[in-house]
């Protein structure tokens, strides 16, 4: 039995991809997996921010397309790279166990935020980043920065940068932990939704394939997607307003908190709600009508208005 898997072709998809193949291989040794790597738009453009050029369906569209097309079985994403409403003939059928969500503070020469002279010049291409850094130090020089994780760690290194923001999970994935000076807590920056969490996206209709993905589940991670998903999907959130959220669950509960900002970072709403772990979409959505309903909707509004 043969299975495609299309991703993209960046170091770190590949790793990704080429880890579900590992895994798939091992659970179901009759089972041969293939990647069939796609250049998508995101990967084409990288002079320009993503908030101005479309978001999030970049890095995901041509993958989808493969897929619908019957050019792949699955698809493994990045699921913050995931926009909030994907093809009604797709789904998300696995999420195996995320890394931590943190985002992580790369420099040569300082060793946490604190340290960065006035003025320093901070890289991130990411309007959650952006803003939450500005809370924290308002007097450092954000500039936008494209490219895959070792594209954006030689800029680091070459001094275009004092120090960058990255997503500690795709260090960690790519073994480049060397590079960070300081994990940023979560009640710091707090993250995209489910960063640091792998999809596995497959058309509905394919038992087949859902059947060899099945041993892939991981219970835990899957309600923290739904809480993280469903509280997107509400704010209609991309890559065009700073949004950002992180679920805890503990025993039966699944707390999840809640950030949104105006473009200058002059209107900040933080909320948290929690409950029953099971009701997770519920508890998402929940936590996404509390912020709209605090000032929210006045902020996307305006965000997508401009």
Same mark, same amino acid.
């Given at each position: 039995?043969?299975?495609?898997? &299309?991703?993209?072709?960046?170091?770190?998809?590949?790793?990704?991809?080429?880890?579900?193949?590992?895994?798939?291989?091992?659970?179901?040794?009759?089972?041969?997996?293939?990647?069939?790597?796609?250049?998508?738009? @995101?990967?084409?453009?990288?002079?320009?921010?993503?908030?101005?050029?479309?978001?999030?369906?970049?890095?995901?569209?041509?993958?989808?397309? &493969?897929?619908? *097309?019957?050019?792949?079985?699955?698809?493994?994403?990045?699921?913050?790279?995931?926009?909030?409403?994907?093809?009604?003939?797709?789904?998300?059928?696995?999420?195996?166990?995320?890394?931590?969500?943190?985002?992580?503070?790369?420099?040569?020469?300082?060793?946490?935020?604190?340290?960065?002279?006035? @003025?320093?010049?901070?890289?991130?291409?990411?309007?959650?980043?952006?803003?939450?850094?500005?809370?924290?130090?308002?007097?450092?020089?954000?500039?936008?920065?494209?490219?895959?994780?070792?594209?954006?760690?030689?800029?680091?290194?070459?001094?275009?940068?004092?120090?960058?923001?990255?997503?500690?999970?795709?260090?960690?994935?790519?073994?480049?932990?060397?590079?960070?000076?300081?994990?940023?807590?979560?009640?710091?920056?707090?993250?995209?939704?489910?960063? @640091?969490?792998?999809?596995?996206?497959?058309?509905?209709?394919?038992?087949? *394939?859902?059947?060899?993905?099945?041993?892939?589940?991981?219970?835990?991670?899957?309600?923290?997607?739904?809480?993280?998903?469903?509280?997107?999907?509400?704010?209609?959130?991309?890559?065009?307003?700073?949004?950002?959220?992180?679920?805890?669950?503990? !025993?039966?509960?699944?707390?999840?908190? !809640?950030?949104?900002?105006?473009?200058?970072?002059?209107?900040?709403?933080?909320?948290?709600?929690?409950?029953? *772990?099971?009701?997770?979409?519920?508890?998402?959505? &929940?936590?996404?009508?509390?912020?709209?309903?605090?000032?929210?909707?006045?902020?996307?509004?305006?965000?997508?208005?401009?």
């Amino acid at each position: 039995m043969t299975v495609t898997i &299309a991703t993209r072709g960046s170091e770190l998809a590949l790793w990704q991809a080429n880890h579900i193949k590992d895994m798939i291989e091992r659970e179901h040794p009759e089972v041969k997996v293939s990647l069939n790597v796609i250049k998508t738009t @995101g990967d084409k453009i990288l002079d320009v921010p993503l908030a101005t050029i479309g978001g999030k369906g970049l890095f995901v569209k041509e993958i989808e397309d &493969a897929l619908l *097309a019957g050019k792949a079985d699955i698809a493994v994403h990045s699921m913050k790279d995931v926009p909030a409403i994907i093809p009604q003939e797709l789904e998300f059928y696995v999420n195996p166990k995320g890394e931590e969500p943190n985002d992580a503070f790369l420099s040569v020469k300082y060793n946490n935020i604190k340290e960065l002279p006035k @003025g320093s010049v901070v890289g991130t291409s990411s309007l959650r980043r952006k803003l939450q850094l500005m809370q924290i130090r308002s007097d450092l020089a954000i500039k936008d920065l494209r490219g895959n994780v070792n594209t954006r760690i030689r800029k680091l290194t070459e001094g275009e940068y004092d120090a960058v923001i990255l997503a500690k999970a795709g260090l960690v994935r790519l073994g480049l932990t060397q590079h960070i000076k300081e994990t940023l807590p979560v009640n710091v920056m707090i993250p995209a939704a489910c960063q @640091g969490v792998l999809g596995v996206e497959v058309r509905k209709d394919d038992d087949r *394939a859902k059947k060899l993905l099945d041993f892939l589940k991981d219970k835990e991670t899957s309600l923290k997607v739904a809480a993280e998903r469903a509280f997107l999907q509400i704010l209609e959130g991309g890559c065009q307003a700073p949004i950002a959220c992180h679920a805890v669950i503990s !025993g039966d509960n699944l707390c999840i908190c !809640g950030y949104l900002s105006d473009l200058d970072g002059s209107g900040v709403i933080k909320e948290t709600v929690s409950g029953n *772990a099971e009701n997770a979409s519920d508890l998402g959505i &929940a936590l996404a009508k509390k912020i709209l309903d605090t000032g929210g909707d006045q902020i996307l509004r305006k965000i997508y208005k401009n």
